[in-house]
C-alpha cells in the first residue's frame, strides 16, 4: 500500500498560474508513455536435467562389487535384471537386484552374518511432469500405507536430485516365531524415493539387526543405498546441467 506519511496540506492564497505549454508538454508525455509498444521480455526457461532411458545390460555394467568392497562387503549373487515397458511404450523402467554379505562378525546376528539385500529401480518419463506426478504419488501411496504402523517413520531428503523422501522400517522379531529363545532383533529395511528431471528412482535395501546395533545398522544402509543408488545412476545418459 503507498502513501505519504505526515504529509501537511497548505492553504493557497492565490491560484498557480496555470502555463499552457506545460500542460501540453505534460499531455505528450502521457500519450508517449502509454503507447510505447516494444514487447515486454520473455523469460528463458531454466536448463533440466534429461535422462535416456535405461538399458537391459545396465546391471551388468554396474560396479556393483566394488561399491560392496568399499563397505567391506562382498557380493554373494547378482539378479537378472528386469526390463518393462508400459502399454503405451513412453516410458521404461528398470530394476536391479544386489545381495552382499559381510564375512566379519559385524553386525552379526543369532540368523548369522550381515547380508543386506536390496533392489535400485530406475524409470525415465517423456515428460517432467509425468516424473514429477508420478513420483508425488507414490510418496503418497507410501505415507497412506504407513499409517497406523508406528515401525515405519518417513522424512523428505535432500541430495543431488530434485524431490526425494526417505522411509525406514523397525520391526522387532517375535521370538516365539523362530527357534532363537532369547532372540533380540529386528527385521530392518530403508527405502529411497527420489526424483531428478524426468528420472524416478527407488532403492530399498534389507536385512536383520540385532537390537543394539539398530541404529548403527540404519545408518550403514543409508550409505550403502545411496552409494547403490549413485553407481546405477551414473550409468544413464543425460543432457542438462549438472
Same mark, same amino acid.
Given at each position: ?7 501537511q ?31 515486454e ?39 537378472d ?16 537386484a ?9 553386525f ?13 529401480? $530406475? ?9 514429477? #506426478? +508420478?513420483?508425488?504419488? %507414490? =510418496?503418497?501411496?507410501?505415507? @497412506? ?7 515405519i517413520?518417513?522424512q ?16 522387532? $522379531? ?9 532372540? #533380540? +532383533?529386528?527385521g530392518? %529395511? =530403508?527405502?529411497?524415493e527420489? @526424483? ?47
Open positions: 500500500m503507498n502513501g505519504v506519511v505526515g504529509m496540506v497548505h492553504r493557497r492564497d492565490r491560484y498557480p498560474i496555470v502555463r499552457p505549454w506545460t500542460v501540453l508538454a505534460a499531455v505528450a508525455v502521457l500519450v508517449i508513455g502509454g503507447c510505447d509498444s516494444s514487447p521480455p520473455t523469460e528463458t526457461p531454466e536448463p533440466r536435467v534429461t535422462y535416456g532411458q535405461a538399458t537391459p545390460n545396465m546391471c551388468e555394467r554396474m560396479k556393483m562389487a566394488e561399491v560392496a568392497t568399499r563397505f567391506g562387503l562382498k557380493l554373494r549373487s547378482s539378479y535384471p528386469t526390463v518393462q515397458f508400459d502399454t503405451r511404450g513412453s516410458d521404461v523402467y528398470l530394476s536391479c544386489i545381495r552382499a554379505y559381510d564375512e566379519s562378525k559385524r552379526r546376528t543369532e540368523f548369522g552374518e550381515f547380508d543386506p539385500a536390496g533392489t535400485v529401480r $530406475l524409470r525415465t518419463y517423456p515428460k517432467h511432469e509425468d516424473a514429477e #506426478d +508420478a513420483h508425488k504419488a %507414490e =510418496v503418497t501411496s507410501l505415507q @497412506r500405507l504407513m499409517q497406523g504402523k508406528p515401525e517413520s518417513t523428505a531428503v535432500s541430495g543431488w536430485w530434485d524431490e526425494g523422501h526417505y522411509f525406514q522400517t523397525v520391526a522387532p $522379531l517375535d521370538p516365539k516365531d523362530y527357534r532363537f529363545e532369547n532372540l #533380540d +532383533a529386528a530392518v %529395511e =530403508v527405502l529411497y527420489l @526424483r531428478h528431471g524426468n528420472l524416478r528412482v527407488t532403492t530399498r535395501i534389507d536385512t536383520d539387526a540385532s537390537t543394539p546395533e539398530i541404529d548403527q545398522v540404519l545408518a550403514f544402509l543409508r550409505d550403502f543405498a545411496e552409494a547403490f543408488t549413485k553407481e546405477a545412476v551414473s550409468h544413464l545418459s543425460r543432457t542438462g546441467p549438472d
